[in-house]
């Protein structure tokens, strides 16, 4: 199996919509390295994709009518919401 180059993954998560690089950046920072080649490049494919369908997906506007897609979209989220729950800070 080919080993797909996690730097241009990254350089690909990178969209300029800046509601999917707040998902898709710390995504493929934190998770990407855990995920099986199977899923590895199912998240390569994924970011081949128009953006307005990624938004549309992640944002839950539409489903993916690729069931692996909607898997891996609920991953992006569970991370993201993973993320918010570490990172909240109580201010007195």
């Keep these: 199996m080919q ?9 690909h998560s990178r969209r300029g919509m800046l509601e999917l690089d707040l998902l898709l950046i710390p995504f493929v920072t934190d998770v990407y390295s855990q995920l099986c080649y199977q899923e590895q490049l199912l998240y390569s494919n994924f970011l081949g994709e128009e953006d307005q369908d990624l938004y549309a997906w992640i944002m ?3 489903s993916p009518k690729n069931k692996d897609y909607e898997n891996l979209v609920t991953k992006i989220l569970a991370h993201s919401k993973g993320l918010g729950e570490n990172n909240t800070t109580v201010t007195s």
Excluded at 3 to 11: A, G, N, Y
């Design 3 to 11: 080993k797909l180059d996690k730097r241009k993954i990254f350089w």
């Design 60 to 62: 839950g506007i539409s």
